[in-house]
């Protein structure tokens, strides 16, 4: 019979294979020998750090990378090395299933400890990620490495801040390049506060502290060097029982790790075959100044200028002019029980030692600080990552000196500082007393003026209104803005549509204020829009909004019915929609259905539609910036509506592009440019909905990219299924059954082609119409996605792409449209 010795020969050649990467109580490890992972790409072993060295660790390097090079990820007993020489020590699993490390004297050098015994049977496997497990019969993982990092954090690998309520153990670095043992270096995540803080220690001593990780639900970036590319997605999971950051890496990439240093720096290393080296990617800390507290309290080191140096905030001063770690001292006292004062600090990292406050609103969190005069500063954000308390607001308040503070473009937060009375105010005032005694003035002879030229009617406050409004709009519209027919709402008519701003009226808030619904004349149902009157916000904005929505119709834009100004409150109202956003419904497992296949179809055309009327149908070019699904509002019948003005520009029809140097947007529908570079056009419209696109058609949110399998993002995931021609696994399940494969497909491929990196190969919004409309076009071929989001993980802050960058930015200006 010849399947026996076949099957002899399979058996014995599986135990061969297995043998080399599994230890056994009957198959222990010498000295010499070397365990080698399935894929081959790690090695477990002895080894001494230098050729003269008599100690002998056990470690895993990348077996892979040359000899020269040999990079150790993991080591067992850093602390208590073998000194050679040493009779019969062997790595073995015992009889008692422990992984334990002996010599024959019973000497035992180092033991993997785990809660729970792997039964008998138990064996230790090295993986090809470069885990050392060990397993017991029935597959479960009673131990691992990865739990027990030293120096090197690797793909996949899951970096605990905290479990179950116990802050975790973090890395440290080598003592010194020949000495693996536990360094004076460490880095962890900040034990004391429930806001995630990347510190690394030198000691017991901060040495450098990162910018927070809390809104940053994943993020990654693609490093590319002469023929070595390779894109890495980072991500931080808090499951409620356990939060850990981690990061994946493509299959088939060249290998990368983050390793800290023995000089104390975080590295992000990628192995470049061609040169056969280590490339470093980006460190931390990387200038002097970014070091923990350097420029002294209240000093922050400016990272925008080409020197990064220690400078003191407007008002301060240095405390001493040939030391910068002094820090920097109040021009004028403060003094307890006058007004308060707050200064705005944009694109701060925020400083140290703060108390968080839970539950506030922003307003709430500015009374809180400002009501309390040991309160030094305070910061505000709402939390896209939902937490486990169910609280999304973060208020920050400082009670002691502000340390360790930098300032970055790229950092989003302001930081709110409080101040004496300033000596900018004090001129203020005396400003405000002259202006006003001017203004009096001229109001008495516009009075006298006005009476002369028999002028009727009173100076009705409705009157006032109305007048300011015209100016507004025909400041910035020399085209119409004088005919506008716009009703001029009064404040208390306001009062009564919404009870008084009552909570029960609440629709929605977003980052410039509440929206309520009210009931105009008792009878008309409307939606009405407060915007935030706190730190005088929203204001460009309101403005913006006004302008151009008053000018626009068309049945895929929401409809402006009014406004009101009164005193600094600022209002708008617009029509009601009762079927609130799409993201209610596309977002949501149990409202999925109600939007089936040709519903979506007709929301992405009416979509497009409002859009082509926004880019080149209105008398302007107006840029959107800011579409995603939570600003496409349906009406009873499903149609769409685009809404939420707050951010767009209106270009002049023979500009192109433009740039700013303020990115607003909303993570993940921003174009690659725009984030980067900050260069819009109509095409940034286009990528974004591009986005909208692709998440109407599989019900997946771009920004969760758990939800895409096994691919960074939804670009991606969307782009391979429609390459391999796997259209059925993208569609949301919940349409399947009534849709048009062939339809689904041409909008997928739409779609891919409204995504592209490069804004040029982005069809405009009129052909994207076209494309919807005669099926039978033969569309281009679209390019693969490269660009994701560039973050550095060590940096959270230091990134483009991130949720609601639109609240942090207010300094929107509107170019005179002509
Ligand atoms: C472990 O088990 C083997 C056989 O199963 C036995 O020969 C050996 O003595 C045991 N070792 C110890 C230390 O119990
Ligand atoms: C597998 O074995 C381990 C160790 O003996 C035990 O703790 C665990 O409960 C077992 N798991 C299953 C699913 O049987
Ligand atoms: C890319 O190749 C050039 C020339 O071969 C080399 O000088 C450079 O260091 C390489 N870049 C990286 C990041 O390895
Ligand atoms: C850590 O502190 C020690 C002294 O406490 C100092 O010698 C060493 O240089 C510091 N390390 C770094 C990386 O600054
Ligand atoms: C790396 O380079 C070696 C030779 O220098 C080659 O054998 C190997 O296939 C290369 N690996 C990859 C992933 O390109
Ligand atoms: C990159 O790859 C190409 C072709 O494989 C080769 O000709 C070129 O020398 C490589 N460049 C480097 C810097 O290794
Ligand atoms: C600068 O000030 C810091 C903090 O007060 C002090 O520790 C340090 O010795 C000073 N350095 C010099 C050069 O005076
Ligand atoms: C936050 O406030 C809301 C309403 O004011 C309350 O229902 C909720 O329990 C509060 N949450 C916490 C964590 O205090
Ligand atoms: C002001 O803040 C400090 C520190 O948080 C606190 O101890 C004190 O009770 C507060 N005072 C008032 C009046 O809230």
Known sequence: MMYVPIFILLVVLSSLCQSDDQLTHTKPLFPKETLISAGGDFALGFFSPTSSSNKLYIGIWYNNVPERERTVVWIANRDSPVTTPATSVKLAVTNDSELVLSDSQGHIFWMATSSTSGGAGAFAVLLNSGNFVLRSPNGTDVWQSFDHPTDTVLPTMRSMIRYRSQPATGLFAWKSPDDPSTGDISSGMDPASSNVQVFIWNGTLPYYRSSFFNDVPASGGTYQANNTSVTYQWMMVDTGDEIYYTFTVLAGSPYMHFSLHHTGKMRLLVWENSTSSWVLISEEPSVGCDLYASCGPFGYCDLTKAMPTCQCPDHFELVDSLNFSRGCQ??????????????????????????????????????????????????YATLSTASTTGDASRCLVWTQDLIDMEKASVFLENLYIRLGESPDQKKRNFQKILLSAIACLLLLTIGALGWACKIRGKWHKKKIQTRMMLEYLSSTDEAGGKNIEFPFITFENIVTATDNFSDCNILGKGGFGKVYKGMLEGTKEVAIKRLSKSSGQGAEEFRNEVILIAKLQHKNLVKLLGCCVHEDEKLLVYEYLPNKSLDYFLFDSARKSTLQWPTRFKIIHGVARGIMYLHQDSRLTIIHRDLKASNILLDKDMSPKISDFGMARIFSSDQLHANTNRVVGTYGYMSPEYAMEGAFSVKSDTYSFGVLMLEIVSGLKISSPHLHMDFPNLRAYAWNMWKEGKIEDLVDSSVMENCSLDEVSQCVHIGLLCVQDSPSFRPLMSAVVSMLENKTTTLPTPSQPVYFAVRDPYQPGKAVGNKELSIYDMSLTVPEGR
């Open 330 to 379: 109040r021009k004028e006292e403060l003094k307890c029980g006058t007004e308060s004062y707050f200064m705005t600090m944009p694109n701060m990292k925020i400083p140290d030692k703060f108390l968080h406050i839970r539950n506030r609103t922003f307003d709430q969190c500015a009374a809180e600080c400002a009501r309390n005069c040991t309160c030094m500063a305070y910061t």
